[in-house]
């Protein structure tokens, strides 16, 4: 499976960089993170708890950081694996100044899933992975514009990530806009009257019985 897309942070390439280097942070931005713990300077573990569709379950791994080029780009190996199966999966990411105050970040990699994970079928993997891909950078946003703030007013600034609640009603959102969007319609409009017409056979079949009775 691939994963590419870009997001746009309200902040300085340096500030951006050194909040997806802070594993306090990181671990705030995907609700279901039980821990992230940086085991040295370029490697960490954890624990996560994820639902995808009617597979759950909690997930060991870590994450590898290499080919740092400060503070514009860095490449991602993931290894995670638990009772629902195993992910496993490279990434490059860049950060792109734009001169504006803000910075675009760009990713784009490759994950591989097995186990029970790999038999809730292709597209919806697919679309949970970029809803948890942008909800974690919306909260990691949310968490620069926090510490931004803090700096301002010369205090820690507290913030409240979204819960785990929260987190899967955005997800159940996006699942549903992915079913019934346009290049889908066709699909359920064939559906609809395939069902429909089974009713009425149905219907048929009962009244003809009826009056040869």
Same mark, same amino acid.
């Given at each position: 499976?691939?994963?590419?897309?870009?997001?746009?942070?309200?902040?300085?390439?340096?500030?951006?960089?050194?909040?997806?280097?802070?594993?306090?942070?990181?671990?705030?931005?995907?609700? !279901?993170?039980?821990? #992230? %713990? +940086?085991?040295?300077?370029?490697?960490? =573990? /954890?624990?996560?708890?994820?639902?995808?569709?009617?597979?759950?379950?909690?997930?060991?791994?870590?994450?590898?950081?290499?080919?740092?080029?400060?503070?514009?780009?860095?490449?991602?190996?993931?290894?995670?694996?638990?009772?629902?199966?195993?992910?496993?999966?490279?990434?490059?990411?860049?950060?792109?100044?734009?001169?504006?105050?803000?910075?675009?970040?760009?990713?784009?990699?490759?994950?591989?899933?097995?186990?029970?994970?790999?038999?809730?079928?292709?597209?919806?993997?697919?679309?949970?992975?970029?809803?948890?891909?942008?909800? !974690?950078?919306?909260? #990691? %946003? +949310?968490?620069?514009?926090?510490?931004? =703030? /803090?700096?301002?007013?010369?205090?820690?600034?507290?913030?409240?990530?979204?819960?785990?609640?929260?987190?899967?009603?955005?997800?159940?959102?996006?699942?549903?806009?992915?079913?019934?969007?346009?290049?889908?319609?066709?699909?359920?409009?064939?559906?609809?009257?395939?069902?429909?017409?089974?009713?009425?056979?149905?219907?048929?079949?009962?009244?003809?019985?009826?009056?040869?009775?």
């Amino acid at each position: 499976m691939k994963l590419a897309g870009e997001y746009v942070f309200d902040g300085s390439r340096e500030e951006v960089w050194e909040l997806v280097r802070d594993p306090e942070v990181l671990a705030t931005a995907l609700p !279901g993170t039980q821990n #992230l %713990n +940086q085991v040295s300077e370029s490697e960490y =573990q /954890g624990q996560m708890s994820i639902r995808m569709g009617p597979v759950s379950g909690t997930f060991s791994g870590k994450v590898v950081v290499s080919d740092e080029v400060p503070p514009e780009s860095y490449t991602l190996a993931v290894e995670g694996r638990g009772a629902p199966g195993f992910a496993k999966g490279t990434g490059n990411v860049n950060l792109v100044d734009q001169g504006d105050g803000t910075t675009l970040m760009q990713y784009e990699g490759d994950v591989q899933i097995g186990g029970k994970l790999a038999g809730v079928g292709q597209r919806m993997l697919e679309t949970v992975s970029k809803s948890m891909t942008r909800q !974690g950078l919306e909260t #990691l %946003n +949310q968490a620069l514009q926090a510490r931004k =703030q /803090g700096e301002v007013e010369g205090q820690e600034v507290e913030f409240t990530p979204p819960s785990e609640t929260e987190f899967a009603v955005a997800v159940a959102k996006d699942m549903a806009a992915e079913i019934f969007s346009p290049e889908n319609r066709t699909v359920w409009l064939t559906l609809a009257v395939a069902i429909i017409a089974m009713a009425v056979g149905f219907v048929l079949g009962r009244l003809s019985s009826a009056d040869r009775r």
